[in-house]
T-cell receptor
Framework: QKEVEQDPGPLSVPEGAIVSLNCTYS??????FMWYRQYSRKGPELLMY????GNKEDGRFTAQVDKSSKYISLFIRDSQPSDSATYLC????????????FGAGTRLFVKA | SAVISQKPSRDICQRGTSLTIQCQVD?????MFWYRQQPGQSLTLIAT?????????ESGFVIDKFPISRPNLTFSTLTVSNMSPEDSSIYLC?????????????FGSGTRLTVV
């Protein structure tokens, strides 16, 4: 079993839709949870960062962590064509130290 | 946050040859990281490069195959040696960042390597 599981998609939605991207993980010791956005032919860029459980909101983006279920989510409201990218979840901390483990990424297409 | 320039952006190489990838950061950083991103796979850390010491390699990666140099605090190279088609991948360098109180990484644009 992989430490971090992420549906590769692709996920295709119309402009304006609410998008939900998810990851599950197996290491209950993870404390730091991140979402990266990667445009085609670019490196990943840090989008959201959450420590432990709870929600964090930044503009149209909301990151949610449910440690009891080992499940994290990224919600995108009012999605735009410019949101079309691959979204990677990442996590670190606990017994694995601060080594960051990445999901394989979900490819998102937002259609105008 | 730091800006990373990575080159080449892509290359097609013959098997058995070597390719050196360069990574330049616009500020001094203690650690630089090299990752591999294969299609459909998660980002995998190859090694951590500290200036003035040997790079630290992750399980499954060895110095003979992926020698790394770190001559100063703004520059590093990764060489992919004696390449085979299985080495076809995107290679990325990265550094630690703290943005708005969040700890993470910033990445170069990557080197897309195809071995034929």
């Amino acid at each position: 079993q992989k430490e971090v599981e992420q549906d590769p998609g692709p996920l295709s939605v119309p402009e304006g839709a609410i998008v939900s991207l998810n990851c599950t993980y197996s290491n209950s010791a993870f404390q730091y949870f991140m979402w990266y956005r990667q445009y085609s032919r670019k490196g990943p860029e840090l989008l959201m960062y959450t420590y432990s459980s709870g929600n964090k909101e930044d503009g149209r983006f909301t990151a949610q962590v449910d440690k009891s279920s080992k499940y994290i989510s990224l919600f995108i409201r009012d999605s735009q064509p410019s949101d079309s990218a691959t979204y990677l979840c990442a996590m670190s901390g606990g017994t694995g130290g601060f080594k960051t483990i990445f999901g394989a990424g979900t490819r998102l297409f937002v259609k105008a | 946050s730091a800006v990373i320039s990575q080159k080449p952006s892509r290359d097609i190489c013959q098997r058995g040859t070597s390719l050196t990838i360069q990574c330049q950061v616009d500020s001094q950083v203690t650690m630089m990281f090299w990752y591999r991103q294969q299609p459909g796979q998660s980002l995998t850390l190859i090694a951590t490069a500290n200036q003035g010491s040997e790079a630290t390699y992750e399980s499954g990666f060895v110095i003979d195959k992926f020698p790394i140099s770190r001559p100063n605090l703004t520059f590093s190279t990764l060489t992919v040696s004696n390449m085979s088609p299985e080495d076809s991948s995107i290679y990325l360098c990265s550094v630690d960042i703290t943005v708005r109180g969040a700890d993470g990484y910033t990445f170069g644009s990557g080197t897309r390597l195809t071995v034929v």
